[in-house]
């Protein structure tokens, strides 16, 4: 009988410590949910955030005039303070990652790197452009590629691809350590990416294959990482691949909540700079 009245008597007590908290986390989430928002209080990584597990991780912003959903995953991407967005879908055209010519798996100027950091930024809207911050971003070397090396570099970059590390796909000798795994991707969250039609279709990432010298890695239209030489010898033609482009913007960027873009439900918008 004692033992059974201690049993309660604990259970009652881990009841009143949850309970208390319970209280704390409400207090917390109605002071969150009720102050000016910034994009770091919606990243997917917040463990602190109370309005991500309410509201979401998604961010709109203006894409070739229209709104298009971003995902915000990382509150202190690389440890640089910055808040990392990833496109939640697919760009509507494949494209190439480089030419196939010796180093061609190389990321620094390939024509992936060239086309994300010119031509997609441009289709960005003015508000969004100005917001996004220059990255640090690890890559795999030169001397590395086909040669399976280890060894990388950093080159500022404020667009670019995911790394084979940062999607959490698992160490690999033939992948050097770019960046840090992502929460998102450690979780049960799929590497599967579709259009906005709803096509699951693979897509680049930025790691070279390095036990070659023209071949990357990539996420395979079924959700698994797997590999392709950018020459494809069944058409005599270089590889296409879709494109999920990511950026990072300053963690004081201010959000509000907007209504139009998704039918009965208000989402998240950068807050527009003359307010």
């Not at 590390?165 to 049960?188: D, H, N, P, Q, W």
């Not at 300053?250 to 909540?257: G, Q, V």
Request: with cysteine; net charge positive; aromatic share 10%.
């Amino acid at each position: 009988m004692k033992k059974i009245k201690r049993l309660k008597a604990t259970i009652i007590n881990l009841l009143k410590v949850l309970g208390g908290l319970l209280v704390v986390w409400g207090i917390w989430g109605v002071i969150q949910l009720n102050k000016p928002l910034t994009i770091k209080d919606i990243a997917y990584d917040n463990l602190l955030s109370v309005v991500n597990k309410f509201e979401g991780y998604t961010v709109y912003l203006k894409e070739n005039g229209e709104y298009e959903p971003y995902l915000v995953l990382s509150k202190n991407y690389n440890g640089e303070g910055d808040v990392l967005l990833l496109r939640k879908y697919l760009l509507d055209e494949p494209r190439i990652y480089n030419t196939d010519e010796a180093y061609g798996a190389y990321y620094e100027n390939s024509k992936i790197d060239q086309y994300l950091n010119h031509r997609f930024l441009k289709t960005l809207g003015e508000n969004i452009q100005s917001k996004i911050v220059t990255s640090n971003l690890e890559i795999t070397a030169e001397s590395s590629v086909g040669s399976v090396g280890q060894e990388t570099i950093t080159i500022p970059r404020k667009a670019f691809l995911l790394s084979h590390t940062e999607m959490a796909a698992g160490k690999s000798r033939i992948a050097a350590k770019e960046g840090k795994r992502l929460l998102y991707f450690v979780g049960f969250h799929s590497y599967i990416a579709t259009t906005k039609a709803g096509e699951a279709e693979p897509y680049w990432l930025r790691t070279p294959y390095t036990e070659h010298d023209t071949t990357v890695w990539f996420i395979k239209r079924e959700g698994f990482t797997s590999y392709i030489p950018l020459g494809d010898m069944l058409t005599n033609d270089v590889a296409v691949m879709n494109v999920r482009p990511a950026f990072c913007v300053a963690k004081d960027t201010k959000l509000e909540r907007k209504e139009g873009i998704i039918k009965g439900k208000k989402v998240f918008v950068l807050q527009e700079t003359s307010k």
